[in-house]
């Protein structure tokens, strides 16, 4: 069941990483930052700073790093904010809930939003990873496409995971240190926010994924590097690359939840320190929440910029 919640806040991030080409930026400040995943947030009358950390959802094992500072700024935190609260995966009512909704709606299924063609592709992909397609008809496409990871597949499961989530590292440590956790948005509405996206479009995408299998490995590559590096710019332009088929649904899937975010974020810093953590895409550009957040008033510091390795 947590690979459920695990592949909703999977499939957001590879939806913006996926198939993404690196666009060339205009000469703006605000899009180049230091490269740092965790940032001090301090200043407009805040009486304790508070820390701001870009994850990445799933990483491979080899990749999974703390930044320095990352240690004791957590200590420090009265509170851990998540995109999404990570206490509700013990939720047993939420997870039941959760099945229902990430089926197709009205007795749709995949063969409805194909072609004969392109249902066969899919077919022999889930065939080849041994999941045959009667397990998977109902199941609406952005959540098939993050199936088609081996090592995904293997978070939660038996065996040795290859993989790593950095919310679930951070949900271990303030159960350790009896922190409260909160999120930033609800599990309703980041599936609300899937939802938008039309099932045809969903389904084009999983075709396409299965059909650039090694374009897309070399770019969650490239990725995993710009995360390792703390290239915030670099993953910035992943994210925003125009030649993407799904570039339009960015403002959607993106710059909106970042907008949303800083009231939140405002309400909790007021009250005491805390660390927010959220996906490395939200932080740079423009119209992510490092530029958000100092176009209110507040004073962010990059404090991880040497790497510590775990």
């Keep these: 069941m947590k690979k459920l919640f695990l592949g909703l806040s999977f499939v957001l991030f590879f ?33 304790a700073p ?7 959802h799933m990483v491979p094992k080899e990749y999974y790093f703390l930044p320095a500072n990352t240690d004791s700024v957590f200590s420090l935190s009265k509170e851990i904010v998540f995109e999404i609260d990570m206490a509700t995966m013990n939720d047993f009512g939420a997870q039941i809930a959760m099945i229902s909704k990430v089926m197709l ?12 063609e392109d249902y066969a592709t899919v077919n022999k992909a889930f065939s080849g990873k041994g999941l045959p397609m009667f397990l ?6 952005i959540f098939l496409t993050s199936f088609l990871s081996e090592d995904f597949s293997m978070i939660g499961g038996g065996g040795e995971n290859k993989m790593k989530s950095y919310e679930m590292e951070f949900m271990k440590m303030a159960t350790a240190q009896q922190k409260p956790t909160d999120g930033l948005e609800t599990i309703d509405f980041q599936m ?27 770019d969650m590559e490239k990725m995993y590097e710009a995360y390792k590096n703390q290239n915030l710019t670099a993953l910035d332009k992943m994210i925003n690359g125009d030649e993407s088929e799904f570039a339009g649904y960015t403002t959607m899937l993106l710059d909106n939840r970042n907008k949303k975010w800083i009231s939140r974020m405002r309400q909790k810093m007021a009250k005491q320190s805390t660390f927010f953590a959220v996906g490395a895409g939200h932080l740079g550009g423009k119209n992510g929440v490092i530029n958000l ?18």
Aim: zero cysteines; glycine letters at 6%.
């Design 15 to 47: 939806l913006l990483t996926g198939n993404s080409q690196s666009n060339i930026y205009p000469d703006d400040s605000t899009s180049r930052l230091e490269n740092s995943l965790l940032w001090e947030i301090s200043g407009k009358n805040l009486t």
């Design 50 to 56: 508070s820390f701001l950390f870009g994850t990445i």
């Design 105 to 116: 709606p009205n007795n749709q299924t995949l063969k409805d939003l194909l072609s004969k």
């Design 136 to 141: 998977l008809e109902r199941i609406k496409p």
């Design 192 to 218: 609300g926010i899937m939802d938008s996206i039309p099932y045809k479009v969903q389904a084009q995408m999983l075709v396409a994924t299965i059909q650039d299998t090694t374009q897309g490995d070399n």
């Design 293 to 310: 957040l100092r176009r209110q008033g507040y004073t962010l510091r990059a404090i991880g910029i040497s790497p510590k390795n775990r």
